[in-house]
DNA sequence: ACGCTCCATACGCTTACTGATATCAGGTCA
DNA sequence: TGACCTGATATCAGTAAGCGTATGGAGCGT
């Protein structure tokens, strides 16, 4: 690709003379003197190096020369607008891709929501959401697979990374509607030390994994795991069925089976905390507008409720 | 379409850099020194309004933003690039589209070389080659369905084209090898009186038409037709098989035919003009570039031979 | 801590593009 | 022939872009 000397303003001019054919009309359309455009055909041509209108009397005419450069100006125009304007459009966020990665404990509580609040603002930008635990998700954000995750229990520190907490959960026993238990408001985590425990599988999700059985080894016993199952769905259907109880983040209310009861956990200080997770100095600008979609407060609503974490 | 103001420079650091992306080598392979280049991706980044590269430690790196833009700036830096190649190749006559009408009669003669020798040099012209008659080629001239006329017989003044002759041909007798005349070396016009004639039809050129006509008419007799062929070789045929003789332009001799004489004709002066027409300032330098290959002296061969017609 | 790489900034200079006004030249038409 | 429209030219000035050299500052490795 050889250098190449050429203003726009040129090419536009030349378009546009060759759309009017006549330097008066596009001098005015182009919202110049007669005597610049002139100029500016001139310096084109001397670019050229050949004619590319007919000023013959009876009216100004396209060469052959310039018949073929036509296009290629107009294209080069027209495709430099519209690749300006789509990476404005990119740039400040309205248009683009953002790949987003989720733990799946999440899928029926916060991201919902989320996704709804950003679609609405940036209907413009594809989203690309997978589902993938804690830890992928970091190795994810190291190797730019993924922009923003949605996870349980960040690492305190992580090289490169920011978190910001979005939710802190409380937890609560999930119990079929028949167990003893389920008649009382609030249960105390040691009174499930004798029933078996359905949870998730600890690859499906290390971090909050550890935490369930952490907390009920605080409460001094180690839970009896009788069945596993990879969604919370499945999870509080074999809770129905009375194959066990379960521990899980408040946000599974969502999942309304008949017989199945969540109950408040003692002590109610255990808490899960759900964060996003981003790459430090993204560039992506779509990054900062979901963490905006995901704060707390609302950008249109003027109130502050002063719970935003960090 | 707005007013966009770009230096294509700026777009091209854009995106050698984009291909480098390393402002040294950048720069190298853009023959200008570090600074510089900065500036222009600094200016290119404060037109678009946003960043199109990371400069973050550990290598410059490409912004959705400069992804966006990089397809749009590279391909109209190419098709402008090709487009303005394109344009001179048309200035110069290198490349095009070239419309010649020929009369009937040069389909033999001075077309094949003529086509020949323009295509030699230049090959990337696309030559658009129709028969036609004179008339008919004046008109199609003036309204440029045609560039270049192959015409016998021009007329003498015609508004806004321009004659140049090529060849003055004489006449020639075309007789069976039979006839009595086709032993003579000569043969006076007046001595074909009693013979039948084959002719062109008066429609296919009436210029020739008339022209041959009209030398039987000065030589004292009218010619009696009694058959009529559209083209030379037909009539050539014709002439054998005994029907008749014919009176031709010399370059018919080149159809040989084993039955068939061409005879000099007297009186002598009797002679047809062939010309090039083209339209008073035209534009397309393949017309030039035509009457140059039709000229009686090749460019390159640098003998003169003084016989160039005015 | 030092030096190295890499990019940004500051400064000064030159170029040339861009625009306007005034004027000229060629053609057409009354 | 003179009014008039066409576009070209001449001249001038303002602006901005382009370059180079010199320098600054951040990050990284020894």
Redesign the pocket.
């Known amino acids: 690709m050889e250098r190449l000397?050429l203003?726009l303003?040129?090419l536009h001019?030349f378009v546009v003379l060759a759309e009017e054919?006549?330097?008066?009309?596009a001098a005015a359309r182009?919202?110049?003197?007669?005597?610049?455009?002139?100029?500016?055909?001139?310096?084109l041509e001397d670019k050229v190096g050949h004619a590319l209108?007919s000023?013959a009397?009876?009216?100004?005419t396209l060469t052959p020369a310039g018949h073929e450069l036509l296009p290629a100006a107009r294209s080069a125009l027209t495709g430099l607008a519209d690749g300006l304007a789509a990476a404005r459009a990119v740039g400040s966020g309205q248009a683009g891709r953002l790949r987003i990665g989720f733990a799946a404990s999440l899928a029926l509580t916060v991201l919902p929501g989320l996704l709804r609040t950003f679609r609405q603002r940036f209907p413009g930008v594809h989203l690309d959401i997978r589902e993938m635990p804690t830890a992928p998700q970091i190795a994810a954000l190291h190797d730019r697979s993924i922009d923003v995750g949605l996870l349980r229990e960040p690492p305190a520190t992580e090289e490169e990374l920011c978190f910001r907490t979005v939710l802190s959960e409380p937890f609560v026993a999930v119990l079929p509607a028949a167990h003893p238990l389920a008649g009382r408001r609030t249960v105390h985590l040691a009174e499930l030390a004798d029933s078996p425990f359905v949870l998730l599988p600890r690859a499906a999700g290390p971090g909050l994994h550890d935490q369930i059985t952490g907390l009920c080894t605080a409460a001094g016993f180690t839970p009896r795991t009788t069945q596993r199952a990879v969604e919370w769905q499945t999870v509080c259907a074999l809770v129905e069925t009375g194959l066990g109880v379960s521990l899980a983040p408040a946000g599974i209310r969502r999942i309304r089976l008949k017989g199945v009861a969540f109950r408040r956990i003692e002590p109610s200080t255990a808490r899960t905390r759900v964060a996003v997770a981003w790459r430090e100095n993204e560039q992506n600008p779509l990054v900062t507008h979901l963490l905006a979609a995901v704060s707390p407060e609302p950008v249109d609503r003027p109130q502050r409720s002063s719970r935003s974490g960090r």
């Open positions: 000397e203003p303003s040129q001019a054919l006549h330097f008066g009309h182009l919202g110049i003197a007669q005597p610049p455009l002139s100029q500016q055909i001139r310096r209108f000023r009397s009876g009216g100004v």
